[in-house]
């Protein structure tokens, strides 16, 4: 490969792993649960206080099992640091969710998310997370 060819790599796999990042806030918010196998792989490894799960099916237990309780959710991810190694990446990520319980109240919480990626033959799919607490609101009353 030339020097372009391997920029042009770099910067595509960057580009996917950030838009992997992105939509798994997608899949969490909108119960987008059909398309975990674009996100992760079969034998993923999911670490949080909720709990660890391995495999697709035991990851959507563990998010449903909470997640199915709030009116809504909105996950924002920034401050991604992608670290590419070959077909093998890390990916860190700062996470800040809003968990609307109800029409009254609400939770916020932010975490850092740790992601362990690799190549397949359909492109940058998710293999580990680990998620590690930063700050959990109780819930909040509403300021309007």
């Known amino acids: 490969m030339t020097g372009t060819d391997t920029l042009v790599r770099e910067l595509t796999d960057r580009a996917e792993l950030a838009d992997l990042v992105a939509r798994h806030s997608l899949w969490i918010d909108e119960g987008r649960y ?27 237990e563990l998010v449903r099992s909470r997640h199915d309780d709030y009116a809504r959710t909105l996950h924002n991810k920034s401050n991604l640091v992608i670290e590419i190694d070959g077909d093998t990446a890390a990916v860190r990520a700062h996470d800040i969710a809003v968990f609307v319980m109800d029409d009254e109240s609400e939770a916020i919480a932010a975490a850092v998310h740790r992601y362990g990626a690799r190549r397949t033959g359909d492109g940058w799919r998710f293999d580990r997370l680990e998620i590690t607490p930063v700050a959990l609101t109780a819930a909040l009353d509403r300021a309007l």
């Open 34 to 60: 059909d398309e975990s196998d674009r996100l992760f792989t079969e034998d993923v490894v999911v670490t949080s206080l909720r709990g660890r799960a391995r495999g697709i099916g035991a990851l959507v």
